[in-house]
């Protein structure tokens, strides 16, 4: 067996002391790199204005419609989407089946599109030629372009994330309590109100959150459905978009909201899964 020359260190304590060197400093340059991309943004949002500045950008005559109608669509939307995502996650996550399950891959699909197909898919459901159009002009119901567009585009692309945050949270369920309940002679819909929701309570209102936020902040959708129109179909993102053409400052002043909202949130959720 050869021995190491003397005076020299071995081969793999030279290379342990590169890869000690070159590792961590790797490490550092890619987090800070991905760190800097995602906060250098925000230091633009929040340090490039004056809070005076920030405040006089919110004087603008289209900010207050913006907000009431964001708040007022957004809660309507959560509100649909937490009444009928409720028992819909519940039925899929005691479903076995196969279909449930290609059921649940289908419902994820609005957080994957991108959000000019789902303006498009649903102006060609909804629309005037699309396949509820004859049913809904007989009606006398005109879908686009108006405050019920908007929350449907809220709806489509914000529904996934309470539905699967649902989803896995009755599935995490002792099937022993579900049974117990069942031979004591409880129905479903006792074993659904008393058991299932208050011990997934936690889950619910962290999807809740989640889906209000991304609601919050639907733009694509609903400028290709609900078009742009302030004061009826204008939200705040689209009030963003509208201000970049002529003030700045009253975009970047909406923008701070957003973001101030959003980390709220965040903060809100990550405290409530602490507890």
């Known amino acids: 067996m050869p021995q190491p020359v003397a ?14 060197v070159v590792w961590p400093t790797a490490i550092g340059a890619l987090s800070g ?10 230091a633009g949002l929040l340090f490039t204005s004056s809070p005076r500045q920030l405040w006089g950008g919110l004087s603008d005559p289209m900010v207050g419609p913006a907000l009431r109608l964001t708040l007022v669509t957004t809660i309507a939307s959560l509100l649909v989407v937490v009444i009928c995502g409720t028992p819909l996650a519940w039925v899929i996550a005691r479903g076995r089946a196969r279909p449930w399950r290609v059921l649940e891959t289908v419902l994820e699909l609005p957080v994957v599109l991108p959000p000019a197909v789902a303006g498009v898919a649903l102006l060609l459901a909804f629309g005037r030629r699309g396949l509820l159009g004859d049913q809904l002009a007989i009606a006398g119901i005109g879908l686009p372009f108006s ?3 908007v929350v449907l585009a809220q709806t489509f692309v914000a529904a996934p994330f309470y539905v699967q945050a649902a989803i ?3 599935r995490r369920l002792d099937t022993d309590l579900v ?3 069942r031979t004591l002679g409880a129905s479903w819909p006792r074993v659904f109100f008393t058991i299932a929701v208050p011990l997934s309570w936690q889950a619910l209102g962290s999807g809740a959150a989640m889906t209000w ?4 902040g ?24 509208s201000a970049l053409e002529s003030d700045l400052q009253t975009a970047q002043s909406l923008s701070i909201i957003l973001v101030a909202v959003a980390f709220a949130l965040l903060v809100a959720i990550r405290a409530g899964a602490r507890r």
Do not use: D, H
């Open 7 to 20: 005076g020299r260190a071995p081969r793999w304590e030279t290379r342990n002391g590169w890869v000690a």
């Open 33 to 42: 790199l991905l760190l800097l991309l995602v906060l250098l943004p925000v």
């Open 147 to 149: 405050r019920a567009a």
């Open 168 to 170: 896995l949270a009755f």
């Open 179 to 181: 049974l117990v309940a």
């Open 213 to 216: 936020a991304r609601a919050l």
């Open 218 to 241: 639907e733009f694509g959708a609903t400028l290709m459905f609900a078009g742009n129109l302030s004061g009826r179909t204008q939200t705040l993102p689209l009030a963003i978009y």
